[in-house]
């Protein structure tokens, strides 16, 4: 396996984080990129000092997410993108010009300024998060323009380009590459789902990112483990999935939100006993997904994806 610092500090620390850390077994042992981009907590120096509310942050995790990721990759071999910088400094799982451009201090865009383009940003939750429900306004003061292309330079173009190198080189292994980003989810409310309460949302864009065969194949997967699991609502996928999914040229892109529920504590903060069985449910879908990309593309090559 070959890997960067895997450094995850929760709290601000004189130590430098790399944004991100990519991990590949030697010749892509499987045809999956396994992600998870909402999972970073290592917060920089000073940060907690421009928060109206130092708490709000980790509301914004997908808390443990990462680990969560790490266990399913050494349980199959796929390949890990895991992000080390938090939702809070830049939202990995959003379009670049995605911003509200009324918490930017500086020059600004003359056209553009609100439109379909930043829609989510407008909602509160865009590239750099400005608002939260229940909470209101995250930050004390604005953020310097200057700031913010920095960040997009050197978190957001590069995490994006590592993940588009990797499946593409995917691809190239084994004719076909499947992507799941993995996030978590608050519990979902019973009353909405048949008084079944989903532990699993598995989302594909309805049906643009990915072969429909993946998406049917997941599902399966968890219905056969006894696992209640929905397609495409409530979440059916961002921008992550808008940019990378592309099925006509063997790039498949699902994806995979968890019940946080299944495997952290009752506060929802730290994790618990399940999360390994949780990895293990994980791990069942990522190799199913593998054996299910043999029938995606033609040639002898492809059957040892099932194997």
């Avoid at 509310?53 to 680990?67: N, S, V, Y």
């Avoid at 993940?163 to 989810?185: C, F, I, K, N, Q």
């Avoid at 940019?243 to 730290?270: F, K, M, N, W």
């Avoid at 293990?280 to 990522?286: K, P, S, Y």
């Amino acid at each position: 396996m070959t890997s960067s610092n895997t450094g995850q500090p929760e709290s601000d620390s004189n130590r430098p984080v790399e944004p991100f850390t990519l991990t590949v077994g030697e010749e892509f042992p499987v045809p999956i990129l396994l992600a998870a981009p909402h999972g970073g907590r290592a917060y920089p120096d000073g940060l907690r000092y421009t928060l109206r509310d130092p708490d709000c942050i980790i509301r914004l995790e997908d808390r443990f997410a990462d680990e969560l990721a790490r266990q399913v990759a050494e349980l199959t071999g796929a390949a890990l993108l895991v992000a080390h910088t938090p939702r809070a400094i830049i939202d990995l799982n959003r379009a670049p010009d995605d911003v509200d451009w009324s918490m930017i201090m500086g020059v600004k865009p003359r056209k553009n300024v609100h439109s379909l383009a930043n829609r989510r940003a407008r909602s509160g939750l865009g590239l750099v998060p400005r608002r939260l429900p229940g909470l209101g306004e995250i930050w004390k003061q604005p953020l310097e323009r200057s700031e913010l292309d920095h960040r997009i330079e050197t978190v957001h173009r590069p995490y994006h380009a590592a993940l588009g190198r990797t499946l593409e080189r995917l691809r190239d292994r084994w004719g076909a590459a499947v992507l799941v980003d993995l996030h978590s989810m608050p519990p979902l409310p019973r009353r909405l789902h048949g008084g079944a309460q989903p532990e699993f949302v598995i989302g594909d864009r309805f049906g643009t990112s990915c072969d429909g065969a993946l998406s049917a194949r997941a599902l399966n997967y968890f219905a056969s483990a006894g696992r209640a699991a929905t397609h495409n609502r409530p979440y059916s996928g961002g921008y992550v999935l808008d940019r990378h999914g592309a099925p006509r040229r063997g790039i498949h892109a699902l994806q995979l939100e968890v019940c946080r529920s299944t495997y952290l504590d009752a506060r929802l903060d730290r994790p618990s006993a399940r999360l390994p069985r949780v990895a293990r449910i994980i791990a069942g879908v990522v190799n199913a997904l593998a054996g299910e990309v043999a029938g995606l593309s033609p040639g002898d090559s492809f059957r040892q994806a099932a194997e």
